[in-house]
């Protein structure tokens, strides 16, 4: 069953602009990730978030942790036309040894 | 130092026949998952080993599929009797630790015609 739901599907900004990815997910969990994946290529970690933390820098990035409502976001400030790519949300559920992976929101940068 | 590698990175083969799929991961890395990722999807969660040990085999979609981790390295996916369906991107990744940061291969495009 899925377990991470990324929103939007498709996101296309203005270069510069922030871009705002949210994930849902159903069960508790133990920490949740973000991935970024460029067209055909491998997935590459972005950030951790564990249960117990609410917010989360690195760089440009801002991710926030909402256990209440089960639910994640990544922000992407001044974005670039490198971060156009698919990013994707992890759940470690803490009932099982799975790892669960959204299906992702694909994000457009216009020049 | 090396990523995690997989082989073979394109694979064509015929409805019925079997292939292995190998991922080399991170040395020292103790986990090891496999996912497989459909055109425009997202990640499917196949399969996780602790050292040698897989937990959990639920995640695999058949028992045409079966996987297995020798020395707490070298990872094979095996699928049997394919299927036009078992056509995606078979990826996988090593974390140091269960559920940290994962480190993913290229992948592996299975092509079943």
């Known amino acids: 069953s899925q377990q991470g739901e990324e929103d939007p599907q498709a996101l296309s900004i203005q270069e510069g602009e922030n871009a705002t990815m949210n994930c849902s997910y159903k069960?508790?969990?133990?920490?949740l990730q973000w991935y970024r994946q460029n067209s055909g290529r491998g997935l590459v970690h972005l950030i951790l978030?564990?249960?117990?933390?609410r917010e989360k820098h690195s760089g440009r990035l801002r991710v926030t942790l909402d256990t209440s409502k089960k639910s994640s976001s990544l922000l992407i400030t001044a974005s670039r036309a490198a971060d156009t790519a698919s990013y994707f949300c992890?759940?470690?559920?803490?009932?099982?040894?799975?790892?669960?992976f959204g299906k992702g929101t694909r994000l457009h940068i216009l020049p | 130092g090396a990523g995690v590698s997989q082989s073979p990175s394109n694979k064509v083969t015929e409805k019925g026949k079997d292939v292995e799929l190998r991922c080399d991961p991170i040395?020292?890395?103790?986990?090891l998952y496999w996912y497989r990722q459909s055109l425009g999807q997202g990640l499917e969660f196949l399969i996780y080993?602790?050292?040698?040990?897989?937990?959990?085999k639920s995640g695999l979609p058949s028992d045409r599929f079966s996987a297995e981790r020798t020395g707490g390295s070298v990872s094979t996916l095996t699928i049997q009797r394919t299927q036009q369906e078992d056509s995606a991107v078979y990826l996988c990744?090593?974390?140091?630790?269960?559920?940290?940061?994962?480190?993913f291969g290229p992948g592996t495009r299975l092509l079943v015609l």
């Open positions: 990744a090593s974390s140091l630790v269960r559920a940290e940061t994962q480190y």
């Open positions: 069960t508790s969990i133990n920490n």
């Open positions: 978030i564990r249960s117990n933390e």
């Open positions: 992890a759940t470690d559920r803490n009932r099982d040894d799975k790892i669960i």
């Open positions: 040395s020292g890395h103790t986990a």
């Open positions: 080993f602790q050292g040698n040990s897989a937990p959990d």
